[in-house]
């Protein structure tokens, strides 16, 4: 049964954690725009003279003091997820049910497994260049969702009631949560191979270095996307009695996972890879946020479930 | 070529092809890939020239059709051609939006007829690009299974005579007596292993190319299944109402597409009896008062002279004799009579009326062509819950029965049934009619709560509301493939992770007089290259047990480096 308490704590705490999440852009955003400090133009300097072999694609961030703005920040998105998930789940009490049934929780949700990507990929790699995409794209994310597409609590009309919404959507969310990761290194990768000068620019890890990791990333992002075309189809087989119509969600989708074929493709193709395939896979990541807004509060068809008044 | 430079420059651009030349002979030359793949062997341009005869542009078109560059590209376009069937309304998903969308924009109809934008999905021209995609694809997979086939029973490459240069290059203490321990190391870390003098090369993966090929093949499978299925298969939908029954048969079907290779006979020759269809609305959540919570159609299922009972539920479909049963949509049925004049029943039916909104508000239409002094129609809506607005108008607060209501307009004149063009009966064409009850009229429209009766005007009989029952519209359907469809899109999921999640790559260990060279090749993404011929260095070092897992390598800081002819830019 819906509880009208724990809605109001989960937007207590989502609006928390939105301010937590703009802080910590800020403190990215200082980080980025941060000048060169002469130790490192010094260090740069000797490398440049002494190796000669070096190339960019083996450089690393520099890490040590320097680095403390984007510490900070990144402290500072660790725990605004943790505000954010906590809304998330509370919002999943105060309905009932799993909080990913409607627009509103779907952006709550998927935002959140954006961020954990972000926050967990730490372990693997350090990605906190890429902090001030990922909080601007959270702060400004959450801003609209409360704002737009916020609904209070309800049942599941009888469609949705199905163990493939726990499972299709959630994956759904992470194949999502992988792609805005992948779209945030591509967008580097494109600024790197172009422009140079800027200390943050030049502090990145090197073109080809971003566009491997974007790959492995985005590559993780169409495995989810696969499976969540699929289990949509089965579970539209079973709702709808057809596992297949174009419609309208339908159709974005196989456009979402056609434009990703093509850009694993075409970082195999000579003559594709590198720019070509970065820009192919920010469209892919367009098309997705364009499937998410305008599909589903301006399109017609069976997938209205944005649970917005018409 | 060379410009003048230093002695040590040139031992360098030496090296660097030798280790160019060792890529190609063993990754560049890659049969298994497109000659446009980064692994793939560069075509030369001879392809182009003016001696090519016809069998010559034959290949030369066959291969730029089958070449990864031209893929992209037909996968690109695929994506574009899917977008316009998302604007404009489909004849197979949204038939009244396509009525629609003509009616408001009568200039345009021309175009949309003339670009199939109303049949994007079936259109030649999206048509033509899946099929070139197909063959594309099939003409890039077939030779490379070929090739595939031949790798898993060729044994591993020739060691390359310099391993200075390859990832991951390193020496650890040993000689040719250690050969052995190596090979024994590398195959129980599951490499296919072959001797070449004092040296061993290794190769493992090959599940990766088989899972590709698994994923490219499933494709294929999955797209003839499709097209299968819609000629073998078939597709109704009856609209029923509680109380009533149906046949599978044509006549008593609303509508029915049958595949290609099916007719009409061949339909499974069960019934569908409605006993009811019980809806539950939400009544305690105050921002979802109303909203329907389960709908349970209980149906009595009549098949080889048996009659059992069965249930239809939403994401839960009957099935019977191998066809599925699905629940599409509901509404309300008022039952109702009129008599003429004379006290003659001249209509008793049960009239379903179409749902506009959430709160059922439903609109329907009674169409009396005989018995009455004229011809008459009605036309208006039934409120499961009436309420009357501050404008005199009624609505509906509530989807379920609070407060029935109907509200007719009438009209005498014409129906138009004798036109000999078929008309919908939930239209009424009151082009040739003048309004006599609503609105337009003198008279109010006839407002009517179950179990009344009215006059209609102009002394020309009455009308009753008998009572009200719902009504489902049921969709039967059968899709012979769907299992192969299904089967499909597995083999292309676990294709697809075997394809993109196992590493494939050779390395290789020779004895020279430094001690034991270590280096790997990758073949395809392959991040934990280094990280596997470090591995495999500290296990001939012998101080780290066969059993222990691999150090822990998150966090490297450096990229391992690509193969050196692998060059991004
Ligand atoms: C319906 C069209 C196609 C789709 C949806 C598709 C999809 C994919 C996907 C998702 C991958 C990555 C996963 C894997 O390696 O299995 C892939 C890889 C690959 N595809 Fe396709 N493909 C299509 C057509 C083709 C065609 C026509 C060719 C030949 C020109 C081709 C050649 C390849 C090759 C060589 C790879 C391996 C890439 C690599 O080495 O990383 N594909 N394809």
Redesign the pocket.
């Given at each position: 049964m819906p509880d009208v308490s724990w809605d109001s704590y989960s937007l207590l705490a989502v609006y928390s954690s939105m301010a937590v999440y703009a802080i910590a852009f800020i403190a990215f955003a200082f980080d980025v725009a941060r000048r060169r400090d002469p130790a490192e133009v010094r260090e740069r300097e000797l490398v440049a003279a002494g190796g000669g072999t070096t190339t960019t694609a083996t450089e690393t961030p520099t890490r040590g003091p320097r680095r403390n703005l984007a510490k900070v920040g990144f402290a500072l998105t660790v725990l605004a997820w943790v505000l954010h998930v906590a809304g998330t789940v509370m919002r999943g009490i105060a309905a009932g049910r799993v909080p990913w049934a409607n627009m509103y929780e779907f952006a709550l949700t998927s935002i959140a497994i954006i961020v954990g990507i972000f926050v967990f990929a730490q372990l693997w790699r350090d990605l906190r260049f890429l902090g001030v995409y990922i909080t601007g794209l959270a702060t400004v994310f959450l801003g609209v969702a409360t704002v737009n597409f916020y609904v209070s609590p309800t049942p599941l009309p009888p469609a949705l009631q199905s163990y493939w919404l726990v499972i299709h959507v959630f994956v759904a969310a992470l194949g999502t949560g992988f792609f805005a990761l992948g779209s945030g290194l591509s967008i580097l990768q494109l600024i790197r191979s172009r422009a140079s000068g800027l200390a943050y620019v030049d502090r990145l890890p090197g073109a080809s270095a971003l566009e491997d990791l974007s790959y492995r990333v985005s590559v993780m992002g169409?495995i989810f996307w696969t499976f969540t075309l699929i289990a949509g189809a089965v579970w539209a087989e079973h709702a709808w009695g057809r596992y297949w119509g174009w419609d309208t969600k339908e159709v974005w989708t196989f456009v979402i996972w056609?434009v990703y074929?093509g850009y694993?493709?075409a970082?195999?193709t000579r003559g594709w890879r590198g720019t070509r395939s970065a820009w192919l896979q920010l469209i892919g990541f367009a098309a997705i946020l364009f499937n998410f807004t305008i599909v589903n509060v301006y399109f017609k068809g069976l997938h209205t479930y944005s649970g917005l008044p018409e | 070529m060379s410009s003048r430079s230093s002695d040590s420059a040139k031992a360098a651009k030496a090296d660097a092809a030798a280790a160019a030349k060792v890529a190609r002979d063993d990754a560049g030359h890659d049969p298994m890939?497109?000659s446009d793949?980064v692994?793939g062997t560069p075509q030369t341009e001879a392809a182009g020239g003016p001696r090519l005869g016809p069998v010559g542009w034959l290949r030369f078109a066959w291969r730029q059709l089958?070449?990864?560059r031209?893929?992209i590209v037909l996968?690109l376009m695929l994506a574009l051609a899917a977008v316009p069937g998302s604007l404009v309304p489909q004849r197979s998903s949204d038939p009244n939006g396509v009525i629609a969308v003509r009616d408001a924009n009568p200039d345009l109809v021309w175009l949309y007829d003339a670009l199939q934008l109303h049949d994007v999905y079936t259109s030649p021209w999206f048509s033509a690009i899946t099929i070139l995609?197909?063959v594309?694809?099939v003409g890039?997979?077939i030779p490379r299974m070929r090739h595939h086939w031949a790798a898993m029973r060729a044994r591993p490459p020739k060691t390359p005579a310099r391993l200075s240069r390859l990832v991951g290059f390193q020496t650890v203490p040993g000689d040719a007596s250690d050969v052995d321990r190596a090979e024994g190391v590398l195959r129980r870390l599951g490499y296919r292993t072959e001797r070449y003098g004092d040296s061993v090369s290794a190769e493992r993966g090959y599940l990766r190319e088989t899972?590709?090929l698994i994923?490219?093949a499933s494709?294929v499978v999955i797209v003839v299944a499709i097209v299968a299925g819609s000629g073998f298969g078939f597709q109704s939908q009856r609209l029923v109402v509680e109380g009533e029954g149906f046949s599978l048969s044509g006549a008593s079907l609303d509508t029915l597409n049958t595949g290609q290779w099916v007719s009409a006979d061949d339909l499974p020759g069960f019934g569908i009896h409605l006993d009811e269809l019980d809806v539950v609305y939400e009544t305690e959540n105050v921002d979802a008062i109303g909203q329907p919570l389960d709908f349970t159609a209980f149906v009595q299922v009549t098949e080889d002279g048996d009659t059992h009972p069965g249930q239809i539920r939403i994401n839960e479909p009957l099935r019977v004799q191998g066809s599925d049963l699905y629940l599409i949509s509901n509404g309300y049925a008022p039952q109702i009579t009129v008599t003429n004049a004379d006290g003659t029943v001249v209509f008793d039916e049960i009239v379903p009326f179409l749902a506009q909104d959430n709160e059922m508000t439903s609109l329907g239409v009674i169409k009396l062509p005989d018995g009455l002094a004229e011809q008459v129609g009605l036309q208006g809506f039934f409120y499961p819950s009436a309420a009357q607005l501050d404008t005199g108008a009624y609505a509906s607060y509530y989807p379920d029965l609070l407060n029935p209501l109907l509200s007719l307009q009438v009209y005498t004149g014409d129906l138009g049934l004798d036109d000999g063009v078929p008309q919908s009966v939930y239209q009424l064409d009151t082009e040739d009619m003048e309004q006599v009850a609503g609105r337009d009229s003198a008279e109010p429209a006839l407002l009517i709560g179950p179990g009344e009766t009215v006059d209609l005007p102009d002394g020309l009989g009455t009308i009753s509301f008998e009572g009200i029952r719902r009504y489902a519209v049921i969709d039967v359907h059968r899709d012979v493939t769907q299992g192969w469809v299904l089967g499909g899109a597995i083999a292309l999921v676990a294709?697809?992770l075997a394809?993109?999640l196992i590493p494939r790559r050779r390395l290789w260990v020779k004895a020279t007089e430094q001690g034991l060279e270590l280096a790997g090749l990758a073949r395809?993404?392959d991040p934990r290259l280094e990280g596997a011929v470090d591995d495999l260095a500290r296990r001939l070092r012998g101080d780290d047990a066969d059993d222990l897992p691999p150090k822990h390598r998150w966090g490297r800081a450096t990229e391992p480096g690509r193969a050196a002819d692998d060059d991004p830019k």
């Amino acid at each position: 049964m819906p509880d009208v308490s724990w809605d109001s704590y989960s937007l207590l705490a989502v609006y928390s954690s939105m301010a937590v999440y703009a802080i910590a852009f800020i403190a990215f955003a200082f980080d980025v725009a941060r000048r060169r400090d002469p130790a490192e133009v010094r260090e740069r300097e000797l490398v440049a003279a002494g190796g000669g072999t070096t190339t960019t694609a083996t450089e690393t961030p520099t890490r040590g003091p320097r680095r403390n703005l984007a510490k900070v920040g990144f402290a500072l998105t660790v725990l605004a997820w943790v505000l954010h998930v906590a809304g998330t789940v509370m919002r999943g009490i105060a309905a009932g049910r799993v909080p990913w049934a409607n627009m509103y929780e779907f952006a709550l949700t998927s935002i959140a497994i954006i961020v954990g990507i972000f926050v967990f990929a730490q372990l693997w790699r350090d990605l906190r260049f890429l902090g001030v995409y990922i909080t601007g794209l959270a702060t400004v994310f959450l801003g609209v969702a409360t704002v737009n597409f916020y609904v209070s609590p309800t049942p599941l009309p009888p469609a949705l009631q199905s163990y493939w919404l726990v499972i299709h959507v959630f994956v759904a969310a992470l194949g999502t949560g992988f792609f805005a990761l992948g779209s945030g290194l591509s967008i580097l990768q494109l600024i790197r191979s172009r422009a140079s000068g800027l200390a943050y620019v030049d502090r990145l890890p090197g073109a080809s270095a971003l566009e491997d990791l974007s790959y492995r990333v985005s590559v993780m992002g169409f495995i989810f996307w696969t499976f969540t075309l699929i289990a949509g189809a089965v579970w539209a087989e079973h709702a709808w009695g057809r596992y297949w119509g174009w419609d309208t969600k339908e159709v974005w989708t196989f456009v979402i996972w056609v434009v990703y074929a093509g850009y694993i493709h075409a970082r195999a193709t000579r003559g594709w890879r590198g720019t070509r395939s970065a820009w192919l896979q920010l469209i892919g990541f367009a098309a997705i946020l364009f499937n998410f807004t305008i599909v589903n509060v301006y399109f017609k068809g069976l997938h209205t479930y944005s649970g917005l008044p018409e | 070529m060379s410009s003048r430079s230093s002695d040590s420059a040139k031992a360098a651009k030496a090296d660097a092809a030798a280790a160019a030349k060792v890529a190609r002979d063993d990754a560049g030359h890659d049969p298994m890939r497109p000659s446009d793949h980064v692994d793939g062997t560069p075509q030369t341009e001879a392809a182009g020239g003016p001696r090519l005869g016809p069998v010559g542009w034959l290949r030369f078109a066959w291969r730029q059709l089958t070449s990864m560059r031209t893929a992209i590209v037909l996968l690109l376009m695929l994506a574009l051609a899917a977008v316009p069937g998302s604007l404009v309304p489909q004849r197979s998903s949204d038939p009244n939006g396509v009525i629609a969308v003509r009616d408001a924009n009568p200039d345009l109809v021309w175009l949309y007829d003339a670009l199939q934008l109303h049949d994007v999905y079936t259109s030649p021209w999206f048509s033509a690009i899946t099929i070139l995609l197909l063959v594309s694809l099939v003409g890039c997979v077939i030779p490379r299974m070929r090739h595939h086939w031949a790798a898993m029973r060729a044994r591993p490459p020739k060691t390359p005579a310099r391993l200075s240069r390859l990832v991951g290059f390193q020496t650890v203490p040993g000689d040719a007596s250690d050969v052995d321990r190596a090979e024994g190391v590398l195959r129980r870390l599951g490499y296919r292993t072959e001797r070449y003098g004092d040296s061993v090369s290794a190769e493992r993966g090959y599940l990766r190319e088989t899972g590709n090929l698994i994923f490219h093949a499933s494709i294929v499978v999955i797209v003839v299944a499709i097209v299968a299925g819609s000629g073998f298969g078939f597709q109704s939908q009856r609209l029923v109402v509680e109380g009533e029954g149906f046949s599978l048969s044509g006549a008593s079907l609303d509508t029915l597409n049958t595949g290609q290779w099916v007719s009409a006979d061949d339909l499974p020759g069960f019934g569908i009896h409605l006993d009811e269809l019980d809806v539950v609305y939400e009544t305690e959540n105050v921002d979802a008062i109303g909203q329907p919570l389960d709908f349970t159609a209980f149906v009595q299922v009549t098949e080889d002279g048996d009659t059992h009972p069965g249930q239809i539920r939403i994401n839960e479909p009957l099935r019977v004799q191998g066809s599925d049963l699905y629940l599409i949509s509901n509404g309300y049925a008022p039952q109702i009579t009129v008599t003429n004049a004379d006290g003659t029943v001249v209509f008793d039916e049960i009239v379903p009326f179409l749902a506009q909104d959430n709160e059922m508000t439903s609109l329907g239409v009674i169409k009396l062509p005989d018995g009455l002094a004229e011809q008459v129609g009605l036309q208006g809506f039934f409120y499961p819950s009436a309420a009357q607005l501050d404008t005199g108008a009624y609505a509906s607060y509530y989807p379920d029965l609070l407060n029935p209501l109907l509200s007719l307009q009438v009209y005498t004149g014409d129906l138009g049934l004798d036109d000999g063009v078929p008309q919908s009966v939930y239209q009424l064409d009151t082009e040739d009619m003048e309004q006599v009850a609503g609105r337009d009229s003198a008279e109010p429209a006839l407002l009517i709560g179950p179990g009344e009766t009215v006059d209609l005007p102009d002394g020309l009989g009455t009308i009753s509301f008998e009572g009200i029952r719902r009504y489902a519209v049921i969709d039967v359907h059968r899709d012979v493939t769907q299992g192969w469809v299904l089967g499909g899109a597995i083999a292309l999921v676990a294709g697809l992770l075997a394809s993109l999640l196992i590493p494939r790559r050779r390395l290789w260990v020779k004895a020279t007089e430094q001690g034991l060279e270590l280096a790997g090749l990758a073949r395809g993404e392959d991040p934990r290259l280094e990280g596997a011929v470090d591995d495999l260095a500290r296990r001939l070092r012998g101080d780290d047990a066969d059993d222990l897992p691999p150090k822990h390598r998150w966090g490297r800081a450096t990229e391992p480096g690509r193969a050196a002819d692998d060059d991004p830019k």
